[in-house]
């Protein structure tokens, strides 16, 4: 859901990560679309092939995150940054966000994500992920056989 808001602010002490392909799924909420965006398509490979933890401060970089601050200053920056937005017009901001994202594409990305999605939770590989999750060891997708 991050990939959907407008200014994100994150604890320094914060890891971002996209585990769908190590549990066996898809990415979702559109993510397999607005992250190549956000971070193009290397970075974006990286995080959902990996499935790897991102630091705070890598996220900025990248330009997941617009800044990363300290847990302390947290919930005083936010505070700041929305009150700034809050005393915009509200009518240009509203206007702005409708050109600065296509609905439809999201929309339709996330129905296509959401098909596969389904499929990938009945598959034998994300039946053993779980099971590999809930006792507490590494996944083996040697001995499944592609669906």
């Not at 937005?85 to 994202?101: E, F, Y």
């Amino acid at each position: 859901m991050l990939l959907h808001c407008d200014y994100v602010l994150l604890s320094e002490e914060a890891q971002l990560m996209t585990p769908f392909v190590n549990l066996a799924l898809v990415p979702e909420a559109a993510s397999s679309y607005l992250l190549p965006l956000r971070v193009g398509h290397v970075k974006a490979f990286e995080m959902f092939a990996l499935g790897e933890a991102v630091p705070a401060n890598a996220a900025v970089a990248w330009g997941i995150a617009n800044k990363a601050v300290s847990n302390a200053e947290l919930r005083a920056e936010a505070r700041r940054v929305a009150e700034r937005i809050a005393a915009k017009p509200i009518g240009s901001l509203t206007a702005m966000k409708r050109l600065m994202r296509d609905a439809e594409k999201l929309v339709a990305q996330m129905d296509c994500e959401s098909a596969i999605f389904v499929e990938r939770l009945a598959s034998a590989e994300a039946k053993e992920a779980f099971a590999a999750f809930a006792q507490k060891r590494q996944p083996d997708f040697t001995g499944i056989v592609r669906q």
